[in-house]
């Protein structure tokens, strides 16, 4: 391979790595945000659910069905990109660099098998509470629609109605904390997936270097002997005060 061809093929393989980073982090951004947005599409009040106009009530699903889709397009262009970039170390001739270029590849696909796990799990959740919510609005409908149809003037009537909705109300605000108990489990799942997944890589990159592994141990052993020689310092000091003080 010609040094031309071996300093456009590194271009594009760097170009593919820039792009499947800049996608992650848009990743990244836009989980965050359609998180947030369905944890207070879930905390809302049943109350102001109930007297929201209909554009207004529209108006946050559409966007939460706008980031869900641009999400969807988001994961599909980041695996494009990494099934270019698996063509590329399937290319002859990439066999001095095949092993570096593979770790990359598998880091790449980590990531975006977590991401594609996290948009799942929120997804699936907000489709959830928007039936939920869609069912429980309809028998609130109902029941307004039959108190001011009848016209209720029995005082018990009224006392049971009052009853059913606080229990009703109380069910909704069991249900919004439930939800984010859920979200910030699911949260911190991921966290702790995030950081199991570091953590192998870094033992396996001190496995894979030896050299690195045995300065690590020595630079941990250096400061175990400093903290002792630290430790013993002060006591000296602190008996050699105790000593001047009392005499």
Not at 174 to 202: C, H, P, W
Request: charged letters at 25%.
């Amino acid at each position: 391979m010609s040094i031309t061809n071996m300093a456009t093929s590194s271009d594009y393989w760097e170009d593919l790595r820039k792009q499947a980073r800049q996608l992650e982090n848009e990743l990244d951004l836009k989980l965050v945000s359609f998180s947030k947005l369905c944890t207070s599409y879930s905390s809302r009040d049943q109350r102001t659910r109930d007297n929201r106009s209909d554009s207004l009530g529209s108006s946050q699903d559409n966007m939460l069905v706008a980031m869900t889709t641009e999400l969807e397009q988001l994961l599909s262009k980041l695996s494009a990109v990494n099934d270019k970039m698996a063509e590329y170390t399937n290319t002859p001739g990439r066999s001095s660099h095949n092993a570096a270029l593979m770790h990359t590849l598998q880091r790449h696909r980590d990531i975006l098998q977590d991401y594609t796990n996290e948009f799942h799990k929120t997804k699936t959740n907000f489709f959830s509470l928007k039936e939920r919510e869609d069912l429980l609005g309809s028998v609130h409908r109902d029941i307004e629609s039959f108190k001011s149809s009848s016209g209720v003037n029995n005082r018990r009537t009224e006392l049971y109605l009052k009853e059913h909705e606080h229990l009703r109300n109380s069910d909704s605000l069991l249900d919004s904390a439930i939800s984010i108990a859920m979200a910030t489990k699911e949260n911190i799942t991921f966290q702790r997936g995030m950081l199991k997944s570091i953590q192998t890589r870094v033992t396996t990159l001190a496995n894979r270097f030896p050299t690195i592994n045995s300065l690590i141990q020595k630079i941990n052993l250096r400061k175990r002997r400093d903290s002792l020689i630290l430790g013993g310092v002060i006591g000296v000091c602190t008996i050699l005060l105790l000593l001047y003080t009392f005499h």
